[in-house]
């Protein structure tokens, strides 16, 4: 039998994050090529989806809310540290992939348009930082946010192998990374709601097979039981 990886967060040793490091930088060649794409092509024609209510668009800009924002980057990096195998390692980024795919196609098939106003906070410490996050989400990736879903895949990955206490702070956190979305103004609610979605589906690849299952009785125990 194939021993686990040791659970908890630790150090997972140099070639651990080498392999994490090459699974890394496959996935963000193939995030660049598809995010970047998608947005070409649909720059290149006008047709445009309004994925809001008006109601939506009052929602003011709390540019504070760009810090947790950009932990984006920080749940991936922890998936070494969290993620002690090499097999668990590579079914995350495959889910990573297959979720950046899917979003892809979304973005092309539902090119939509954010009704919000280009984001801008005058006097704000986070105004560049707000400028920042939004030259990196370009103009018409929205439908699904893959921002969102991103996060959501990591998030419920770890929290397969995490304590009760460290579910409910991935939890809250995941929150609050949705909500960053739409009050920085990167994002509308359907975008969120399609996100969480997306992500919540590629978690569940992520962790297909994880550990093998015990072989079920076959119905002729069963009956022999009932029959003593």
């Known amino acids: ?20 490091a090459r699974l890394a930088a496959l996935l963000t060649v193939w995030f660049a090529v598809v995010f970047c794409g998608a947005d070409w092509i649909t720059a290149r024609h006008s ?46 980024a495959g889910a990573l992939a297959r979720v950046i795919a899917i979003a892809g196609v979304a973005f092309v098939a539902f090119p939509a348009e954010l009704g919000f106003p280009p984001v801008d906070a005058p006097g704000s410490v986070w105004n560049s930082w707000l400028h920042l996050a939004d ?23 770890y929290a397969a192998r995490a304590s009760s206490t460290a579910r409910a702070l991935l939890a ?44 079920r009785a076959a119905p002729t125990s069963v009956l022999n039981l009932e029959g003593q």
């Open 1 to 20: 039998m194939t021993p686990r990886a040791p659970a908890g967060v630790g150090w997972p040793g140099w070639p651990h994050l080498r392999h994490f």
């Open 47 to 92: 047709l445009r989806i309004h994925a809001y209510t008006q109601g939506e668009l009052a929602i003011a800009l709390i540019p504070v809310m760009v810090v947790p924002y950009m932990t984006m980057y920080l749940i991936f990096y922890l998936a070494p540290f969290v993620l002690r195998s090499r097999a668990d390692l590579d079914r995350l």
């Open 135 to 157: 030259r990196l989400n370009l103009d018409y990736d929205l439908v699904p946010s893959l921002h969102v879903a991103l996060f959501t895949v990591c998030a419920g990955t």
């Open 172 to 215: 809250v956190w995941l929150v609050v990374v949705a909500a960053s979305t739409v009050l920085t103004h990167q994002h509308q609610l359907l975008d969120v709601v399609t996100g969480l979605a997306l992500g919540a589906w590629g978690a569940r690849a992520a962790l297909v097979s994880k550990y093998p299952q015990a072989p």
